[in-house]
C-alpha cells in the first residue's frame, strides 16, 4: 500500500511485488533488528512500563467487590469497568463492542497505527519484552546472526537455552495474565493454590496458552502483525492522506544520495545509509512510503534522526506526518471523515449511557398464563393466574419479593417458591394475583407491579388483569 505518487529517485519498485516476510525462494526472512536508540525509543519505554503496570495491576483491582474488568468466555459473564453483562445485556456488550470498532475507526483515520506501536500487547511484548532479553542474552543483530550461523557449542548451547527459558517464563506469565481476566484473580489463586487434580481442565489452558505465546513470540513475532492481525489489513481503508503516520519526508530526502566529503551536496537530505531499515523489525523500506507492514513502532525516526545529527542535517526527515503533510506542508485532522465518526460515536456513546443509567438489576416476565379465565371469588375479589421469570443482571445474590403498586390485592405463590436468585440466576414459576373487584373499573385492567429487595426496589413492570365486565 503506497498512498504517495511522488516519484522517488529508486527505480528499484520491486518492493511492491513481494513481501518483505519471505525471500525469493519462497522461505523466510528472518529479521535481525538492530537495537533501537533515542528520544522516541526512551519515550516508548517509559510509556511500556505504565502499560504493563496496568495490564497487571487492572485484575487486582476491585469495584463493588467485583473486578474492574472481566471477559469470562467461559460462562459468558463479563464485567466492563463494574459493569456486569450477563446473559440478559448481552446487546449493551454488543453496542459496547460497535462503539467500540467506532473508536478504532475515528482514532485510525486521524492517528494511524499509534496504538500498533505504542500501546498493542503483541508489539510492546514482543519489542519492549522479548526483544529486550534477546539483546541481553545474545547481544546486537550482529552477533545473534554470528551466534545462529556457529556451530552447535557450549557458548551456544548456553545462550539459546537461557533464551528460551526467559522466554517461556514470560509465556507462562502472559498465560496467567490472560486468564487472569477471564477467570478474575481470585479463582486463578484458587486453582494455583488447590491441587492441580482438581482444576485439570484449567491447568490444561494454562500450559495451552503458554505454549501458543512462546510459538508466537519465539518463532511467530513480526508476522503476527503482518500476516495474522486483520487490523493491519485495515489500514488501506481506514487512513486518508491527513491520517498521522511514521513517514518519510520525501520532497526533503530525496533524490537521495550518499554524503562525499569536501563536495557541495546536490542531493536530498537521505545519504541512503539503510539504518532505518536496520533497526526495522518487520524489514521494510519505509522510504518506500506508507506500507501495511509498519507497525509505527519508531525505530526508524530514531535511527535517522541519530544519522541526521551526525551529519549535521535537521532531524525529523522520518518523523510523525501526514502525506498532506509533506506534500502540501499543511494537514487537516478534523475531516469530513473524522466529523462523520465523531458524530456517530456521540450518538452511541449517549444511547450506552442511557441504556446504563435506566438499567435495572433484574427482569421480570409476568405473564397470564396461556388459557386461563379470571376466578370470581366468594369475598367479591378477582384472582388471575400468571408464569413469571426473573432474571438476576447482577453479579450478586438478589432475595426478591414482588409487590401490586396502587392498588390493594395480593400475590399467592403455587406452592413455596423460593425467589433467591443466584448471581445472573433465574427463578421461574407460578403465581396468583388477587385483587378486590371495587378496585377494577373495566375487564383489562394493567397492574403495576415491583420487585425489591428489602426496602430497595429494583424494577417496576406492568401486566393485565382481566375481570367480568361491568
Ligand atoms: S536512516 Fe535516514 S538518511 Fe539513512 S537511509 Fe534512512 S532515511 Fe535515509
Ligand atoms: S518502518 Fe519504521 S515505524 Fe514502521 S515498523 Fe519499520 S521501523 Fe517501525
Redesign the pocket.
Known sequence: MNISNHVITDPDESFRDHFSAVNEDGKRNWFYPQKPTGKWHTRRAWFTVGILTLLFATPFIKFNGQPLLLFNVLERKFIIFGIFIGPQDYWLFGLTMLSFMVFIVLFTTIFGRLWC?WACPQTVFMEMVFRKIEYAIEGNATKQKLLNKAPWNTEKIVRKTAKYAAFLIVSFLIANLLLSYVLGVDDLSKIIREPIADHLPLFGGIIAFTAIFYFNFAWLRDQACTVVCPYGRLQGVLMDRNTIN?AYDYERGEPRGKIHKNQERTEGDCINCHQ?VA????G?D?RNGL?M?????????DACDNIMDKVGFEKGL?RYTSENAIVKKTNKLITPRVIGAMAMLVLLWSVLGFMVVSRTDTQTMLLRAPGSQYIENSDRSITNLYTFKIFNKTNQTINPTIRLEGVSGKLIFAGKPNLALDPAGMVEGTVFIVVPAEALKKRKTTLTLSVFQGNEKLEEFETTFIAPEK
Open positions: 506501536g511514521v532505518c533497526v526495522c523489525p518487520t521494510i519505509i506500507q507492514e509498519c507497525v509505527n513502532c519508531t525505530a526508524c525516526i522520518i
